[in-house]
């Protein structure tokens, strides 16, 4: 139905711009008008007039009317179901909804339920159908009505041109403004859920507290405060990061210098896409490669070597996760070094230094706030790095200094929490606020990357 | 002319003189400058050698992970279709056709293939041969053209996946071991023991002691770990203050006596096994532990249980076709390398598939399944194609949402946007999304996208669909096309659009007819990055709910989907070795689409890109 009336606009968007143009190139075929606005125009305007008002009706209505279908249902409820928990009443609802829409039901309670449900899956069935025809009918009506009056306007004065751009400029704004959307929908589902998870929780508790197993001491769908302490995570987390840097500062850093500085022409041409496949290979690609490959090698050295290591251990994931950033680093770090001045390097020459004493005294310094920059970027996407770690490092939240043993981190418990078997009510509240958490500290690290940049950055010329 | 007569300034003179160059410390400062030098390019390259061998280990170890996941196993066998199986009503009733017999059909037709297998548990065995997937397209099949009903039809069997494993020689393969002599076996089936003339089975035998002396020095070895427990324990009676509770004293004393019982044990364990094995001779177990060993002889084939130098005993898998003497090289010795214990598949199983390869019953050939088949429980069965199709309608809506969207943001904000706070703020905040994780992306599309998609927009549960998982990614790419978009219309110069404002064209159809299209190769090049980013992404994917188990080709945006990168994820999850080529199979499709990708990028920037 709601494809029908989709499909009905569509052909009426066409055939205002058809109807439109033809008018108007009528209008203008006459002898003596003069039309302001070329018959195109016309047509473009009487298209986008109805297209925007029949899909906007057809969009707004569609989800205006969803929330009034769910009240009415609500207050459509059987005598018997009155008496109901909430909680159960929310039960009878979704199943009597599946049960209209024919989709697969989960069993009754008992014989009362079934009666209840399928009364309430009758009226549903009726709502919808109202709901269906409803939305439909108004949007292809007033897709009409906004052909026809758009039609009617068609006339040598009519400034067709500038108020279809007027249009064309609103649609921008509104899609340069979808980004903000997304930023307040962030914003908002984020805190939303956090604040519900910090009314039941103290937030000290959280952040502070050293036992996390969240859905062990679930009373009544009420979190116990005292097993969401988040340190063991981001413990892991810093500790997954930290190994991460070890590896890829180094190797990215000098990978850079030795590009910029050193290499040849053809070095460079064969490194640099070398790097960048690197940079294009999916986290989850590495997660496989981390799992089956580097882990067992760490574990087996470290076995030969005396040691007891974890088959999960951080170890295994920060490097794996360290040469992810490899690339990241290095070609932000490349940039910065290319960045300084050549007149720099050739004063440093000119005195006599070597290369290296003119990378190491000279190039790096002048680069240095950049080269913060790109660590504390590559730190931030360390922190919000996920499938290496869920498939590579451990679950369990273990609050140790120890590389070889596995640890868990804020991205692994987010994952194990909303993909869980746990009901989604409960598993969404330390979800979001790890969530949360995360956002914030990626966003703080992005924030004084940029901030070092701006300010520490020197001026040349 | 002056100057140079002044003798300070002559070569000759300069050089003669004591030069702060020329000390020894001078040079040693300058070899030790020039060494930081040569280390500092050397550490330069080591960096690169690094990540190239990071990228070659990893591109490796896909590539060879995936090698055994592109051909397929088949047992050719007659089945017979009996009619009272298949089609019991008689009536070719597609829906009674369905419900027929078939795994009972292809048993049938294996016990036939091996009439001496009897026991219970070995025609289990003898079952798990064949895949699930064997039963659904034979079944295909008769429903296709239910006149073959009643009928004895030659069918390629799906081998299951041990099977499979093997063919490729993954699990070990049989290798002829030198023997010689008569040997005289006692018996046909069942138990039976062979007797040799020479000693050919003390290589075996010299196996088996071997691990026996493993076994004790494994049990040397716990036995010092309890020697320790003695002397810790030692130690603290040495060190208990005189007042101490005497209970403690005989706590500490008892346990010192558990421990020095279990050490001697043990050192008992061990002096026996080290016995067995430094005797020679003797009769000995074979464990599963170590390589299999079997007997071809007389047309049979006995599994070895027991060894001695020169007579074995074991269990026959093939009988034998009689128990006369075989003379000397019409018997053979074979083993598998791999221990029955380190793998899968059973030995009589590897022995039934050798009967059926003499017999030309059983070959690999190219896998098309995968690349055809969706997704399944049983790794020979599981295809990616229904996740390859998934990740196709993801990318569609991805595409459609984001280019338009990402586009006109870029076009309002480079070319139409007053400079004003407005704009400030959502610059900023377009740089930020681009910095947010994916997993934060994933959790806004639970709460928002499937809060507008979920249950019943309509009666439709678009919860688990490519068109939701569509919408999350393109929030999440949106950022990166707007950037990338921005600048490929900044590199246009503003030359063209005041060309074209000055002839008379109003400022939206200067930046649509002349500074878009210019910027389009940018933008498209932008866009195709952005879109193989996506196609790679699970994270957000994952939280969305686009995990379950999907066993029916998405044929549009609206059926529940999967996407190759949770598929790989999935896949990598399962412990089965199939499973495993599986995945890297998937991971190496997945490049090839990135690489094409990216591919088609870089030419279209080639192609198409004006530097002005």
């Known amino acids: 139905m709601i494809a029908l009336a989709a499909l009905t606009i569509v052909v009426l968007t066409g055939l205002a711009y058809v109807a439109s143009g033809r008018q108007a190139s009528a209008l203008g075929a006459q002898a003596g008008v003069e039309l302001h606005s070329r018959p195109t125009y016309h047509g473009l305007y009487a298209a986008l007039v109805t297209g925007l008002v029949g899909f906007g009706v057809l969009i707004v209505a569609t989800i205006g009317t969803r929330a009034v279908l769910d009240s009415q249902l609500r207050s459509a409820l059987p005598e018997e179901a009155q008496t109901y928990t909430v909680l159960k009443q929310d039960r009878l609802i979704s199943d009597a909804k599946a049960k209209g829409d024919g989709s697969i039901v989960s069993r009754p309670l008992d014989n009362d339920y079934r009666v209840a449900r399928d009364a309430l899956a009758e009226t549903y069935v009726g709502y919808k159908r109202t709901r269906e025809w409803g939305v439909a009918g108004l949007s292809v009506l007033l897709g009409l009505i906004a052909l026809v009056l758009s039609y009617r306007r068609v006339s040598p004065q009519h400034r067709a041109r500038n108020a279809s751009e007027g249009i064309i400029r609103g649609t921008l704004f509104v899609s340069a403004g979808i980004a903000i959307l997304t930023t307040i929908g962030i914003l908002f589902s984020l805190i939303g859920e956090t604040l519900k998870f910090f009314s039941g929780v103290p937030i000290y508790k959280f952040l502070f507290g050293t036992h996390w197993s969240p859905l062990s001491g679930v009373f009544e769908g009420q979190i116990n405060p005292s097993t969401v302490g988040a340190i063991p995570l981001f413990a892991g987390t810093f500790m997954i990061t930290i190994i991460a840097m070890l590896v890829a500062v180094p190797i990215g850093l000098m990978a850079a210098i030795y590009l910029s500085d050193y290499a040849s022409k053809r070095v460079r041409s064969i490194a640099k896409p070398l790097l960048e496949i690197l940079a294009g290979i999916p986290t989850v690609v590495y997660g496989f490669f981390a799992a089956i490959t580097v882990a067992p090698v760490i574990r087996r050295t470290g076995e030969a070597m005396g040691l007891s290591v974890a088959s999960e251990s951080a170890l295994a994931a920060g490097v794996v996760m360290g040469i992810m950033i490899i690339p990241f680093i290095s070609s932000l770090s490349d940039d910065v070094i290319n960045a300084v001045p050549q007149s720099l390097r050739d004063g440093s020459y000119g005195i006599g230094a070597t290369k290296a004493e003119t990378i190491t005294k000279v190039v790096l310094p002048a680069a240095l706030p950049g080269i913060v920059s790109a660590v504390l970027l590559g730190v931030s996407r360390a922190v919000g790095e996920t499938m290496i770690v869920v498939m590579a490092a451990g679950q369990g939240a273990n609050l140790t200094w120890n590389p070889l043993e596995a640890v868990t981190t804020v991205t692994v418990q987010i994952v194990a929490l909303i993909t869980g078997d746990a009901e989604a009510e409960t598993a969404a509240g330390p979800a979001f606020a790890l969530g949360f958490t995360l956002l914030c500290i990626t966003l703080v690290l992005n924030m004084i990357a940029l901030r070092v940049v701006q300010k520490y950055r020197l001026q040349y010329e | 002319m002056n100057?140079?007569?002044?003798?300070?300034?002559?070569?000759?003179?300069?050089?003669?003189?004591?030069?702060?160059?020329?000390?020894?410390?001078?040079?040693?400062?300058?070899?030790?400058?020039?060494?930081?030098?040569?280390?500092?390019?050397?550490?330069?390259?080591?960096?690169?050698?690094?990540?190239?061998?990071?990228?070659?280990?990893?591109?490796?170890?896909?590539?060879?992970?995936?090698?055994?996941?592109?051909?397929?196993?088949?047992?050719?066998?007659?089945?017979?279709?009996?009619?009272?199986?298949?089609?019991?009503?008689?009536?070719?009733?597609?829906?009674?056709?369905?419900?027929?017999?078939?795994?009972?059909?292809?048993?049938?037709?294996?016990?036939?293939?091996?009439?001496?297998?009897?026991?219970?548990?070995?025609?289990?065995?003898?079952?798990?041969?064949?895949?699930?997937?064997?039963?659904?397209?034979?079944?295909?099949?008769?429903?296709?053209?239910?006149?073959?009903?009643?009928?004895?039809?030659?069918?390629?069997?799906?081998?299951?996946?041990?099977?499979?494993?093997?063919?490729?020689?993954?699990?070990?393969?049989?290798?002829?071991?030198?023997?010689?002599?008569?040997?005289?076996?006692?018996?046909?089936?069942?138990?039976?023991?062979?007797?040799?003339?020479?000693?050919?089975?003390?290589?075996?035998?010299?196996?088996?002691?071997?691990?026996?002396?493993?076994?004790?020095?494994?049990?040397?070895?716990?036995?010092?770990?309890?020697?320790?427990?003695?002397?810790?324990?030692?130690?603290?009676?040495?060190?208990?203050?005189?007042?101490?509770?005497?209970?403690?004293?005989?706590?500490?004393?008892?346990?010192?006596?558990?421990?020095?019982?279990?050490?001697?044990?043990?050192?008992?364990?061990?002096?026996?096994?080290?016995?067995?094995?430094?005797?020679?001779?003797?009769?000995?177990?074979?464990?599963?532990?170590?390589?299999?060993?079997?007997?071809?002889?007389?047309?049979?084939?006995?599994?070895?249980?027991?060894?001695?130098?020169?007579?074995?005993?074991?269990?026959?898998?093939?009988?034998?076709?009689?128990?006369?003497?075989?003379?000397?090289?019409?018997?053979?010795?074979?083993?598998?390398?791999?221990?029955?214990?380190?793998?899968?598949?059973?030995?009589?199983?590897?022995?039934?598939?050798?009967?059926?390869?003499?017999?030309?019953?059983?070959?690999?050939?190219?896998?098309?399944?995968?690349?055809?088949?969706?997704?399944?429980?049983?790794?020979?069965?599981?295809?990616?194609?229904?996740?390859?199709?998934?990740?196709?309608?993801?990318?569609?809506?991805?595409?459609?949402?984001?280019?338009?969207?990402?586009?006109?943001?870029?076009?309002?904000?480079?070319?139409?946007?007053?400079?004003?706070?407005?704009?400030?703020?959502?610059?900023?905040?377009?740089?930020?999304?681009?910095?947010?994780?994916?997993?934060?992306?994933?959790?806004?599309?639970?709460?928002?996208?499937?809060?507008?998609?979920?249950?019943?927009?309509?009666?439709?549960?678009?919860?688990?669909?490519?068109?939701?998982?569509?919408?999350?990614?393109?929030?999440?790419?949106?950022?990166?096309?707007?950037?990338?978009?921005?600048?490929?219309?900044?590199?246009?110069?503003?030359?063209?659009?005041?060309?074209?404002?000055?002839?008379?064209?109003?400022?939206?159809?200067?930046?649509?007819?002349?500074?878009?299209?210019?910027?389009?190769?940018?933008?498209?090049?932008?866009?195709?990055?952005?879109?193989?980013?996506?196609?790679?992404?699970?994270?957000?994917?994952?939280?969305?709910?686009?995990?379950?188990?999907?066993?029916?080709?998405?044929?549009?945006?609206?059926?529940?989907?999967?996407?190759?990168?949770?598929?790989?994820?999935?896949?990598?999850?399962?412990?089965?070795?199939?499973?495993?080529?599986?995945?890297?199979?998937?991971?190496?499709?997945?490049?090839?689409?990135?690489?094409?990708?990216?591919?088609?990028?870089?030419?279209?920037?080639?192609?198409?890109?004006?530097?002005?």
Not at chain 2, 169 to 192: I, N
Not at chain 2, 365 to 381: G, I, K, Q, V, Y
Not at chain 2, 564 to 577: A, G, H, K, T
């Open chain 2, 3 to 612: 100057m140079h007569q002044s003798p300070e300034m002559t070569p000759e003179n300069a050089s003669g003189r004591t030069s702060v160059h020329k000390t020894d410390d001078a040079k040693r400062r300058l070899k030790k400058r020039y060494a930081f030098e040569t280390r500092f390019k050397f550490f330069g390259i080591f960096a690169i050698a690094l990540a190239a061998t990071a990228l070659f280990w990893l591109l490796s170890t896909v590539v060879g992970k995936s090698l055994g996941a592109f051909h397929e196993t088949y047992i050719t066998l007659p089945v017979e279709l009996a009619a009272e199986k298949i089609d019991a009503k008689g009536n070719r009733d597609p829906k009674d056709i369905r419900a027929g017999n078939f795994s009972g059909a292809i048993k049938a037709s294996l016990r036939q293939a091996f009439p001496y297998i009897t026991k219970r548990r070995d025609k289990l065995k003898l079952y798990k041969m064949v895949s699930n997937g064997a039963e659904l397209s034979l079944r295909e099949r008769v429903m296709r053209d239910p006149s073959i009903i009643g009928t004895t039809q030659t069918v390629r069997l799906l081998a299951s996946d041990d099977v499979d494993l093997y063919m490729k020689g993954y699990e070990g393969s049989l290798e002829a071991r030198d023997v010689s002599g008569v040997a005289t076996p006692l018996g046909t089936t069942g138990k039976v023991r062979i007797i040799v003339e020479s000693n050919s089975f003390s290589s075996i035998l010299a196996r088996v002691k071997d691990e026996l002396r493993d076994k004790a020095q494994r049990f040397r070895d716990q036995a010092r770990r309890e020697a320790r427990g003695i002397r810790v324990f030692q130690r603290r009676i040495d060190t208990l203050p005189s007042d101490a509770d005497p209970a403690l004293r005989t706590d500490y004393e008892g346990r010192i006596t558990a421990y020095e019982n279990r050490r001697q044990s043990l050192i008992e364990s061990a002096q026996a096994l080290e016995k067995k094995a430094n005797t020679p001779g003797g009769t000995e177990q074979v464990s599963s532990a170590l390589p299999s060993f079997f007997l071809a002889i007389n047309g049979g084939v006995v599994k070895i249980t027991r060894v001695s130098p020169d007579a074995v005993e074991g269990q026959t898998l093939v009988p034998l076709s009689s128990d006369a003497p075989a003379a000397d090289g019409s018997w053979q010795l074979l083993v598998n390398p791999q221990s029955e214990a380190g793998r899968r598949i059973r030995d009589a199983q590897t022995t039934w598939v050798e009967e059926l390869r003499k017999a030309g019953a059983i070959d690999t050939t190219f896998n098309t399944r995968f690349f055809t088949a969706a997704d399944s429980r049983e790794a020979e069965t599981a295809g990616i194609w229904s996740s390859a199709a998934g990740s196709f309608w993801t990318m569609l809506v991805t595409f459609f949402l984001s280019f338009p969207i990402g586009v006109a943001a870029a076009i309002y904000l480079e070319q139409f946007a007053p400079k004003n706070r407005i704009t400030d703020f959502i610059e900023v905040n377009i740089n930020n999304l681009a910095a947010v994780p994916s997993i934060v992306f994933g959790l806004l599309g639970l709460a928002v996208v499937i809060e507008f998609l979920g249950n019943d927009v309509f009666g439709r549960d678009l919860r688990s669909t490519a068109l939701a998982g569509g919408i999350v990614l393109a929030l999440m790419s949106l950022p990166t096309i707007i950037i990338a978009s921005r600048a490929a219309i900044k590199a246009v110069p503003p030359s063209i659009k005041e060309a074209a404002l000055g002839v008379g064209a109003s400022n939206v159809q200067a930046v649509f007819h002349h500074v878009l299209p210019l910027a389009m190769p940018g933008i498209l090049t932008g866009t195709i990055i952005a879109m193989a980013q996506a196609l790679g992404e699970t994270a957000p994917l994952l939280m969305i709910g686009m995990v379950a188990f999907i066993t029916e080709v998405p044929g549009s945006p609206m059926d529940n989907a999967s996407v190759l990168p949770v598929q790989i994820f999935r896949w990598s999850d399962f412990p089965e070795r199939a499973f495993e080529m599986r995945t890297a199979a998937a991971i190496l499709l997945l490049l090839g689409f990135l690489v094409i990708m990216n591919a088609i990028a870089v030419l279209l920037r080639k192609r198409f890109e004006r530097r002005w």
